[in-house]
C-alpha cells in the first residue's frame, strides 16, 4: 500500500535559524497537504500542491512539490517560538489520503 | 460558528467496557473520518464515510465500529476487541474524499485501565 515517510522524526532549532522537514512518498501522488498541530491541539490544514515542481510561499514557509510526484518539503525561514508543533505531510494517491508520521519541532529561545 | 466538535475531551474506561466517543460536525461536508494518533507516529486512518448511511474501513478497523445515519454525526465504538485502545482519537470532515482538505474536531483523549 501506499507508504509516506518524513524525515526527520524531530527537530530542535535555535530561535532564528530555518528549518526544512521532508516528506517521500511510496507511490506517485496527485497532491499533497500539509498540516501543523501544536502541542496538545489538533491538526489544520496549511497548504496543498498539485502540480510537478510547484512551489507555494507562506510568510516564512516554502513548500516544494518534487518533479516526479513523490517528494515534498516545507521549510521555514527565521523560526519563532510560534513555530513549534508537529508537521505533517499528506499525500493523496489512488483515491487516498496517507498521512506521513510527522516532524516534531521545537524551538530554543 | 461552524466546526466540528468532539466530545469529551478526556475519556477513561475500564478495560473490557465499549465506549462510544462523538463527533458532530455543522460544515455541511459529506465526508468524516477517525483518525487514531499515538505518539511519535502519524495519523492512522481507522474508518471513513463519504455519505450517510455509508462507510468503509481504514488501515486499523479492527476493534472498531461506526455509524452514519445523520450528515452531520459519526460516532465512533471502540469495543473491547480494540487490543490497545488507549490513544488520542481524531475526528475530521471534508467536502468529499477527493483531494480535500480536512478539518479536525479537538480530539479526544481516550485512557483504559
Known amino acids: 500500500g501506499q507508504q509516506v515517510m518524513q524525515i526527520p522524526q524531530y527537530q530542535h532549532v535555535q530561535e532564528g535559524e530555518d528549518f526544512t522537514t521532508y516528506c517521500n512518498s511510496s507511490t506517485t501522488l496527485s497532491n499533497i497537504q500539509w498540516y501543523k498541530q501544536r502541542p496538545g491541539g489538533h491538526p489544520v490544514f496549511l497548504i496543498q500542491l498539485v502540480k510537478s515542481g510547484e512551489v507555494k510561499k507562506q510568510k516564512r514557509l516554502t513548500f516544494q512539490f518534487g518533479e516526479a510526484k513523490k517528494n515534498s518539503s516545507l521549510h521555514i525561514t527565521a523560526t519563532q517560538t510560534t513555530d513549534v508543533g508537529t508537521y505533517f505531510c499528506a499525500g493523496f494517491g489512488n483515491e487516498k489520503l496517507t498521512f506521513g508520521t510527522g516532524t516534531r519541532l521545537t524551538i530554543i529561545p | ?113
Open chain 2, 1 to 113: 460558528d461552524g466546526g466540528i466538535t468532539q466530545s469529551p475531551k478526556y475519556l477513561f474506561r475500564k478495560e473490557g467496557q465499549n465506549v462510544t466517543l462523538s463527533c458532530e460536525q455543522n460544515l455541511n461536508h459529506d465526508a468524516m473520518y477517525w483518525y487514531r494518533q499515538d505518539p511519535g507516529q502519524g495519523l492512522r486512518l481507522i474508518y471513513y464515510s463519504q455519505i450517510v448511511n455509508d462507510f468503509q474501513k481504514g488501515d486499523i478497523a479492527e476493534g472498531y465500529s461506526v455509524s452514519r445515519e445523520k450528515k452531520e454525526s459519526f460516532p465512533l465504538t471502540v469495543t473491547s476487541a480494540q487490543k490497545n485502545p488507549t490513544a488520542f482519537y481524531l475526528c475530521a470532515s471534508s467536502p468529499g474524499t477527493g483531494d480535500y482538505e480536512q478539518y479536525f474536531g479537538p480530539g479526544t483523549r481516550l485512557t483504559v485501565t
